[in-house]
């Protein structure tokens, strides 16, 4: 089981940065691939970045270059670092953890989300 807490949302102005943090409890949360994804009004989640437990990212073509995902294993924390934004940033975002390949292998999945922060940037 894990549970995931997000922080760190809130208003700022196009061009401004917010770091989003994700605080998550049980020992699965180290080996799991972590995700945050967002959801603005009217639309559907859509993945933003991703890390693996090795640190491996990936990021959406819209956020590629101003948005950086990072992990501290040790800590169980995940983090999203969001500069240069822009109003179409706008949106819940959700932190979330799910099954690395090789649990899946063995049939082992699982699916964690945080309750979401929203962020808006407008001004």
């Known amino acids: 089981q894990v549970q995931l807490v997000e922080s760190g949302g809130g208003l700022v102005q196009p061009g401004g940065s917010l770091r989003l943090s994700c605080a998550a409890s049980?020992?699965?949360?180290?080996?799991?691939?972590t995700n945050w994804y967002r959801q603005a009004p009217g639309k559907q989640r859509e993945l933003v970045a991703s890390i693996t437990s090795g640190g491996s990212t990936n990021y959406a073509d819209s956020v590629k270059g101003r948005f950086t995902i990072s992990r501290d294993n040790a800590k169980n924390t995940a983090a999203l670092q969001m500069n240069s934004l822009k109003p179409e940033d706008t949106a819940v975002y959700y932190c979330?953890?799910?099954?690395?390949?090789?649990?899946?292998?063995?049939?082992?999945?699982?699916?964690?989300w945080g309750q979401g922060t929203q962020v808006t940037v407008s001004s």
């Open positions: 049980g020992s699965i949360f180290s080996t799991s691939v």
């Open positions: 979330n953890a799910e099954s690395p390949p090789f649990r899946v292998a063995v049939g082992i999945r699982y699916n964690y």
